[in-house]
């Protein structure tokens, strides 16, 4: 079974004064992380008011690979760092499925633009031909069973192939336009 990508959110505040600091050396971090064997990307995300909290997403090839960065010499350096103009200890959540399919666009809330009505077009476009080809060639060998028990059947299909073929391919060919 292939090793799926994963996605991190780090949440964390600039200490009061320190917000340019704070972008500053995430950047930089940034920069010396991409040389770290599957570290993917990261984008930092600026809070909506000053004073708010920054987000960070990484995307690490697997979970393998976010464990090393995150027992790495490389990170603990960058914390130290941190911990000098930020608030606290960060924050963090694993995405999974739709969340990390539609992650949001590197950009304040107030001005990231509306996708919603384009991740509704983009699972459209999924659940369409995945029903229509269930029903036409799928669903003729299930007439021995009950409605509800076909139902069930067609329904997991059109889960399992939602989530492992057909939306990773059109989030690759359409996310960017989804993300706006």
Known sequence: MPQKTVFRVVRRRAKSGCAPAYEALVRAMFEQARGFSGYLSA?????????????ILQRFATE???????????????????????EGDPEYRL???LEAWFSPAPQPAPLAPPIRW?????????????VAVLLTFVAPLLDFLPFLARTAVITA?????????V???????LGRWVRG
């Open 43 to 55: 984008e930092l995300i600026p809070p909506e008011a000053e004073g708010g909290e920054y987000q």
């Open 64 to 86: 393998a690979d976010l464990a090393r960065w995150q027992a790495s010499d490389e990170r603990a350096g960058w914390m130290e760092k941190l911990s000098h103009v930020a």
């Open 95 to 97: 995405l999974h499925g």
């Open 118 to 130: 384009r991740m509704t077009a983009v699972s459209w476009l999924g659940i369409f031909p995945t």
């Open 157 to 165: 299909l059109v889960a399992v192939l939602m989530a492992y073929v």
């Open 167 to 173: 939306m990773p391919r059109l989030t690759r060919w």
